[in-house]
């Protein structure tokens, strides 16, 4: 358990509507990150951050930002839901000293209708 | 680009047996990180074992261990002594040491039959 708690854990919303998703982490990791998951692709990076108020794109970052003003919260915004948005999202850290490897929290299922 | 492939997407196994899932990559950088990950029903991601590029021994993780062929490009799981909660989708996954990103594969679901 790498104490990362994601919020909410399921959400519905309508085409159009921005949505805000959060990752918290209470072990100060510096390496936070976005994924979605969805069939047939397995994981894609979204957004990844190396510290306060630095963050980067990954993969699939088009539709999406994302902020950090504390160490210990990372958000993701999709600013006008679309349905091709419907996904898993799950937040990831890198643990300090744990030779790159990453733990991720326990997933936020979105349906965008 | 650094890409993932694996290529069955399902497998089957008897409980007590034993199994390997193949995972193959492909990236001109020379110093990265390999993973496997399982993901049970619950949909959570569990770290199973990594495997640093510069080390020639393959790693082992109680009955999970790894066949990692650098030339190749090749890195599978081997799972000895198959049980039920072994059941789950598993996934390799790739990252590059300069950046800390990861990329996966589509997955793969193995199931282990009583």
């Known amino acids: 358990d790498a104490g990362i708690t994601q919020s909410p854990r399921h959400k519905v919303t309508e085409t159009g509507t921005p949505v805000t998703l959060r990752c918290h982490q209470t072990e100060n990791h510096r390496y936070m990150y976005w994924y979605r998951q969805d069939p047939g692709h397995g994981l894609r990076l979204i957004h990844y951050?190396?510290?306060?108020?630095?963050?980067d794109k990954g993969e699939v970052s088009d539709g999406y930002s994302v902020s950090r003003s504390k160490t210990e919260d990372f958000l993701l915004t999709l600013e006008s839901a679309t349905s091709s948005q419907t996904s898993v999202y799950f937040c990831?850290?890198?643990?300090?000293?744990?030779?790159?490897?990453?733990?991720f929290g326990p997933g936020t299922r979105l349906t965008v209708t | 680009a650094q890409t993932v492939t694996q290529s069955q997407p399902e497998m089957s196994v008897q409980e007590a047996e034993t199994v390997t899932l193949s995972c193959t990559y492909d990236t001109s950088e020379s110093n990265y990180y390999l993973f496997w990950y399982k993901q049970p029903p619950s949909r959570q991601m569990i770290l199973v074992i990594r495997q640093e590029a510069y080390k020639q021994q393959n790693a082992t993780e109680n009955r999970f261990s790894v066949n990692f062929q650098k030339a190749a490009k090749s890195f599978s799981l081997k799972i000895s002594d198959s049980q039920l909660g072994d059941t789950a989708m598993y996934f390799c996954a790739f990252m590059i040491r300069a950046n800390s990103k990861l990329t996966f594969g589509k997955g793969i679901t193995l199931s282990v039959r009583p």
């Open positions: 951050s190396y510290g306060v108020k630095d963050t």
């Open positions: 990831a850290i890198r643990r300090q000293g744990s030779d790159y490897e990453q733990y």
